[in-house]
């Protein structure tokens, strides 16, 4: 075969290959058509969203065609969990959407232009609020945008606080002041810093709590994502915020107020603090970034994608997570010492050492599992 008949060959190929792509997204679509179908009716039956059981069916089904086709069955597993979690995505949208908890009533969002205050305005937008955002960084248009939060109508059914954690404490306080029914909370990584807000804020009358969405603002399906709340003073208020997630797969934990930043010191302090000193190492290493991207190691490159979605987040958000959290420094000093340890039981030549620092790691995290 020459070179021309080669080109010849491989361009009727591929346009046949691309032929076969069109008909797998046009399939694609049809399913995503069905299983909207599905969720309506599962949402008007009062079902469950999610339904493990016929999940795995879905899957054991494909496995054996995929195999009875000569294909991996890896493979096709692979496409149907992905393929699944789109189904999940769509159909947790549209209850909440069919849900319509929001029945055009007004939500304001105060610090909207963050990226958490943009995520919870797209989401209950997408429950039917009209959602009012407030935030220094947009322009006033005297309707849905103000950049001070204090001409936005009052008026409105809910409040929630998304700014920066000490801005917050001060708009917390400062809503204590006025009357309102809103249904008020705010979604602050640490709670120690608006505890005396949120608490003086219930005393005053407010119906408030406190919210802490564990995910990140790029999330799309909450299965398998915690919500925590805490009462603050106010028993209705966690029971109004936790009906804004009764229509997704969120699992909500009710916590206690006084126990949510001890949690996160190791949660969010130490997971965070781990992939600053990772980066910070590598930058110091003296390899050059460039050469270190042609290697590959399963546990280098899962670190890597863990420390790039690190340094890709707010510092100042950050910096509040590490510097406010009064339960921090313990957390700081065991990792201090996690480290000094290993580096000890390396220099000194000792393999005891090291083989129980990692007999200890595989206890304790499958204490986890
Ligand atoms: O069969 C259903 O009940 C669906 O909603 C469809 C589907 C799927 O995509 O196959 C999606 C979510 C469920 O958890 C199970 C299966």
Known sequence: MDERELQARLAALRKELDGVDA?????????????????????CHGRQLRDFKREREVLDGVRRAAESRGLDPALAEDLFQRLIEASLTRQERERLQLARHGHGKRALVIGGAGRMGRWLAAFLDGQG??????????????????????????????????????????????????????LVFDIGSLKSPLAPALRSAAEAGLRV????????????????????????????????????????????????????????????????????????????????????????????????????????????????????????????????????????????DDADAFRHLMARGKTYLSELE
Not at 152 to 179: C, F, K, M, Y
Not at 296 to 318: H, K, M, N
């Open 129 to 182: 609020f009209d959602v009012i955002v407030a935030d220094p960084a947009v322009e006033t248009d005297g309707a849905s945008r103000f950049a001070d939060w204090r001409e936005a109508p009052a008026d409105v059914a809910i409040i929630a606080v998304t700014a920066p954690l000490r801005v917050s404490a001060a708009i917390l306080g400062e809503l204590a002041q006025r009357t309102s029914n809103a």
């Open 209 to 348: 709590c406190s919210v802490h969405p564990m995910f990140g603002p790029d999330t799309q399906l909450l299965s398998e994502k915690h919500v925590l709340l805490m009462d603050v003073g106010n028993a209705e208020a966690v029971e109004a915020a936790r009906s804004l997630f009764a229509d997704t797969l969120a699992e909500v934990v009710v916590i206690d107020l006084d126990e949510h930043d001890q949690l996160m010191a190791p949660v969010l302090g130490l997971s965070h603090a781990l992939s600053i000193v990772f980066f910070t190492a590598l930058a110091d290493s003296g390899v050059p970034a460039e050469r270190l991207a042609r290697l590959s190691s399963t546990t280098f490159d899962r670190q890597l994608a863990i420390a790039r979605g690190v340094a890709g987040e707010s510092p100042d958000l950050y910096f509040e997570i590490q510097s406010l959290n009064r339960h921090g420094d313990g957390v700081r000093e065991v990792l201090l010492q996690a480290v000094q340890t290993l580096i000890h039981a390396i220099e000194s």
């Open 23 to 43: 008909d797998l997204i046009e399939l694609a679509g049809r399913r995503q058509e069905l299983v909207s179908d599905i969720g309506r009716l599962k949402k």
